[in-house]
C-alpha cells in the first residue's frame, strides 16, 4: 500500500502547482488528466499489486482526508470518476438511480437509471436537431464563397485570408468546448463561407497538400438563428468530428498523392479489406468494423462507390436518418452523432445497433462522456 500512495503521490504531485480556486478546468488540467490517467491506468494494467480497486479506495481516503486546493479537489474526483467508469468499480453504474440525481438540463431515463442531457429544449424528439440532410453532397465548390481563412493551432486559430469576424470565432469556441483537444489534432484550417441557399451546413475535407490532415469548412449562415448561434452547431460539428474520428490517418489509408495509374491500380489491389473512394481502411478501424456489421451487402457498396445509392426508403429501421443511407462513412457519422446525443437505446432495430455498436469502444464511451461535459459547460 506504502508502494501504491508514493506512485499516487508522485504522479498527484504536478496537480499541487497549480493555485487557482476554480471549478472550470481548463484545456491544460484536461491534457494533464490526460497524461495522469493514461501513467495510471498502465500502472494497473501492469502491476498485479495495484488494483483499481486499491487505487479507488486511495484516492477516496485523500479526498476524505486531505485539505486540498479546490482544483486539487476537483481534478482528484474527474480521477476517481473515471477509474470507476474505466474499470467499472463498485456500484458505479448505478449511481444515478432517481430523477432528483438529474441536474437540471437532465432527464431520468426510467429504462437504464441514468440521466442524460436534454437537448435544447427538447428530449431529442425532433430530428431536425440532427445533422441529417444537413450535409447534402451537392456543387460545394461553386456554392462556396469562402469569408475568411484560419490556420488551427490546439485551441487557437489565426486568420490567414479574408476577413475574421466574431461568429468565426464563436463557432470556433464551441468546437473547441465539444471536442477534446487530443481528438482533434489532425484538423490544420478552419474555413468559413455563407451562403444561406446552400444545402451544406459544414464539411470536412482532406488537405490539398498534406492529405494526413483534414479542413473544417462551415457554413456561417447554418450555425445562426436570429442573430444566436443556434443549439442545431451541435450536432452539426459533432457530425464533423466524427469524419475525422473515422478517417483519420490511424483509422484509413489514403491513396498515394500520384497520378500514375499503376501505382493507383497497385494500392487498390493491395487493399485486402473495404476500399471507399480515396480511403482503404485499416482492418481493426471503427468504420471497417462498422461496414462488416452493418453493410455487408456488396450490391448496396458497390453503389456507394458509384454515388448511386437511394436506399433509405423500406430500410427506415436501418438508418438513424435517411442522409444516413447515403454512404457507411455518413452512417457512422450520423450515428455517432446520436451515439453522443441520445440515450443508450433499448430496442432492436438495425438503428439501434449501430448506436450500440459504439458502446463496445471504452475510447468511445469516454470521449462521449467529454463531448456531453462540454455540451453541459456551454
Known sequence: MKILLKILISLLGVFFVFQSFSYDLTDKDNTL?????????????????????RVEKLLEDILEKKKLKERTR???????????????????????????????????????????????????????DFSGEQEKFSEQESEEEILAAYKIEENKITLLQWQAHVKHIEVWNMFIKL????????????????????????????DEKDSTKWNLTINIDSFYDEGSI????VSILIHEFAHLLTLDKLQVRYYPSTEN??????????????????????????????????????????????WEVDIYIGNEENFITDYAATNPWEDIAESFTYFVLRPKPTGDTIADKKLHFFYNYKSLESLRKQIRVGIKNM
Open 230 to 233: 443556434s443549439w442545431d452547431s
Open 179 to 206: 471536442i477534446p483537444i487530443q481528438s482533434r489534432q489532425d484538423f490544420k484550417n478552419f474555413r468559413v463561407f455563407d451562403n444561406p441557399n446552400a444545402d451544406t451546413s459544414a464539411h470536412v475535407t482532406q
Open 261 to 306: 495509374e499503376t501505382l493507383l491500380e497497385r494500392f487498390s489491389e493491395n487493399c485486402s479489406t473495404n476500399l471507399l473512394q480515396e480511403w482503404c481502411l485499416n482492418e481493426k478501424s471503427y468504420l471497417n468494423s462498422f461496414i462488416n456489421n452493418f453493410w455487408s451487402n456488396k450490391e448496396q457498396l458497390e453503389q456507394v462507390r458509384e
Open 74 to 128: 476537483v481534478l482528484v474526483e474527474v480521477i476517481l470518476d473515471d477509474l470507476q467508469y474505466a474499470y467499472y468499480l463498485g456500484e458505479y453504474e448505478d449511481i444515478l438511480v432517481s430523477a432528483e440525481d438529474c441536474y437540471e438540463d437532465e432527464y431520468f431515463d426510467e429504462s437504464d437509471q441514468k440521466c442524460y442531457f436534454v437537448y435544447g429544449n427538447d428530449e431529442f424528439d425532433d430530428e431536425s
Open 33 to 53: 488528466l490526460d497524461n495522469f490517467e493514461e501513467r495510471l491506468f498502465e500502472i494497473i494494467d501492469e502491476r498485479k499489486s495495484v488494483s483499481p480497486e
